[in-house]
């Protein structure tokens, strides 16, 4: 089976061709991501409507990349799978038309594709991981911890009260004079800080239920800043070392939680239970630390796709769609809608088209 992936749902514009071999594995055939980082930069965000005019522009010229790069024509793909929810409505018409139009054109089956979900399952094509485990998904719009029972089968067990943890770091810099994005540069930063000089708040911590929080960590920064004049580079060091710390003291609690959790519910599970993380903040090193020792204590594999797998890109589209062609699952109608929000549990089971 091979597929023609396109994601459109936020700020990267791309398009890939990845292949599912009958044993379950995958080849990526082509892989094409165009970020639009230099178009937002200046405005310290995305800007929905610069990205929807962005995707516009580079959206066909990038799948016919992807196809090249793969060498095959339209002729040889089974079927188009477009990211149609959640993200920023504009950027997913673009994505979502593209794809009807390529499958009405070329008579191919359309997958419209949950963004989560293919966070939630590009792990599979790297990795041989079996159902279930858990995935933790953090990144400038999300922050969930979420139980992959199966394909098309998704249990959210805790998700962002305020703000995304990439959000955090993003809102964190800007406060702090940093560029953005601001994740690798708080993390830039923070290599050079003390991080036991501030004793930033660790929302949630010690709670039954699984939530994240981090408007009131972002609020302590920004006091912390204020009651330093004038701010030293070394005190934003020590602030962005101190914030992390902070973070990763968070994560351990309440990631920490969700492993019990799953050992309690699972006591049976197959092999060694696993971790997969996703998003671009599963880039910070010290997140990655954190999460490892966490895995080592409890028993868990950590597994962290490569991490260009991590952030937005259009395989794990494509890779959706060839796990859920494989269960037999019907092809979308060509008049299925975007969804800027579709949550990733089990009432989007029933809208996603599993079991039609
Ligand atoms: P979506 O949330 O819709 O999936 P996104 O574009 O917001 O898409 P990603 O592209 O996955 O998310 O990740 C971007 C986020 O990751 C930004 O908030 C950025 O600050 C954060 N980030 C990137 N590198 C690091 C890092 N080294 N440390 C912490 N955060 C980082
Ligand atoms: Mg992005
Ligand atoms: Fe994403």
Known sequence: ????????????????VVTRLEDGTGIIEGDVVLSQLDEHSAYGGVVPEIAARAHVEALDSL???????????????DAVAATSGPGLIGGL????MTGKAIARAAGKPLYAVN??????????LTDSLTFPYLMLLVSGGHTQLVLIRGIGDYERWGTTIDDALGEAFDKTAKLLGLPYPG???????????????????RPLRGEERLDFSFSGLKTAVRQAAESIAPVSDQD????????????????????GRGLKRFLAEFPEVEGVPALVVAGGVAANQELRRTLQALCDENGFRFVAPPMQLC??????????????????????????????????DSEAKAVIGYGK
């Open 311 to 344: 952030t937005d890109n259009a395989v794990m589209i494509a890779w959706a769609g060839l796990e859920r062609m494989a269960t037999g699952a019907a092809p979308d109608d060509l008049d299925v809608q975007p969804r800027s929000r579709w949550p990733l």
């Open 1 to 16: 089976l091979r597929i023609l992936g396109i994601e459109t749902s936020c700020d990267e514009t791309a398009a890939a």
């Open 115 to 124: 963004h989560l979900e293919g966070h939630a399952l590009t792990a599979r």
């Open 236 to 255: 934003i060091s020590d602030i962005c070392a101190s914030f992390q710390r902070a973070i990763s003291r968070t994560l351990e609690d309440r990631i």
């Open 183 to 201: 994740g690798p540069a708080v993390e830039r930063a923070a290599a050079t800080g003390n991080p036991k000089r501030f004793n930033f708040p």
């Open 93 to 96: 018409i673009v994505g979502l």
């Open 63 to 77: 799948i016919e990349e992807a196809l090249q790069r793969a060498g095959v024509t339209l002729k040889e793909i």
